[in-house]
């Protein structure tokens, strides 16, 4: 930012180039006054218009460079607010990202079915609602296969009891005998 003082001060100096070539001009109206009055020495007055010219030309220039000096200070300064902004909105987009891993983590650990504390869910549901519906949904299919899985491990049980079929034990077995029983005796 730029401070109060020097801005200040820039406008002093503005002003005081103002001031310096209305001053050239009250002087040159003057001379031009007295050229009308004494022709006999307007080649001297002449000249000190011209050099009232160079004067008013140089404070000119000066005024153009402070004028250029002062917006060149306030791009600066402008460019500077714009930087403030851009971090302060990476910074908030940041925390957003955090936030969001946050929610995937807490997301994927209800998904799992591991317990999670009530501050978590809460996040979760107030920060992604959908989120949090698709985690709840995945905890209730992962415990249905769970527990379907469950109901067919003693399937597997009866397959190491009974023995596994291979193609030589599927050879060895008496089809007929096998439908026999299964129809009562008659053929399929």
């Keep these: 930012m730029i401070k109060a003082d020097v801005i ?3 406008n002093m ?4 180039i103002h001031t310096d070539q209305s001053v050239i001009c009250k002087k040159r109206a003057e001379i031009r006054k007295k050229m009308l009055e004494d022709p006999a020495n307007s080649k001297d007055y002449a000249k000190e218009i011209n050099s009232l010219d160079l004067s008013y030309d140089a404070k000119g220039k000066a005024l153009s460079a402070y004028k250029a000096y002062i917006n060149d200070l306030m791009n600066v300064q ?3 607010a714009n930087l403030l902004a851009r971090r302060k909105a ?7 990202a955090k936030l969001e891993a946050k929610c995937l983590k807490i997301a994927r650990k209800i998904a799992n079915g591991v317990k999670v504390s ?10 992604d609602p959908e989120l949090y519906r698709l985690a709840e949904e995945l905890a209730m299919m992962v415990k249905r ?5 469950d109901e067919t491990e003693p399937m597997s049980d009866e397959i190491e009891q009974y023995g596994t079929v291979t193609a030589e034990t599927a050879e060895s077995v008496d089809v ?5 029983g299964m129809t009562g005796g008659g053929l399929l």
């Design 8 to 10: 200040k001060q820039l």
């Design 176 to 180: 007929g005998a096998v439908s026999e």
């Design 118 to 127: 009530s501050e978590e869910r809460n996040l979760l549901m107030q920060y």
């Design 78 to 80: 402008n460019e500077y």
């Design 13 to 16: 100096k503005l002003r005081e």
């Design 145 to 149: 296969n769970k527990e379907n899985q």
């Design 90 to 96: 990476a910074d908030n987009e940041a925390k957003k």
